[in-house]
């Protein structure tokens, strides 16, 4: 999960609109990234030490690399 921290200035009462409408969108973008299946294996993955990796044959470093296996080719 992400957090975020804005100081606003309220030069404008437009400007707390705008301000409010974009930290919206991207809460929302956030939640929407979280639910994906992709994003908990890797929080998942993430989360194991580096023992429990090398047991199922990974590294801290293959972690991308193997949970996106089935959509990119890298």
Partial sequence: MAYTTANQVQSAPL???VA???SAI???L???AEKDPHYRKIKKLSAM???ELA???LR???IARHVFADRLYI
Wanted: aromatic fraction near 4%; proline fraction near 0%.
């Fill in 15 to 17: 400007t707390g609109v």
């Fill in 20 to 22: 409010r409408i974009l």
């Fill in 26 to 28: 991207f809460n929302g």
């Fill in 30 to 32: 956030i939640r929407i």
């Fill in 49 to 51: 030490s580096d023992t």
């Fill in 55 to 57: 047991e199922i044959g």
């Fill in 60 to 62: 801290r470093d293959d």
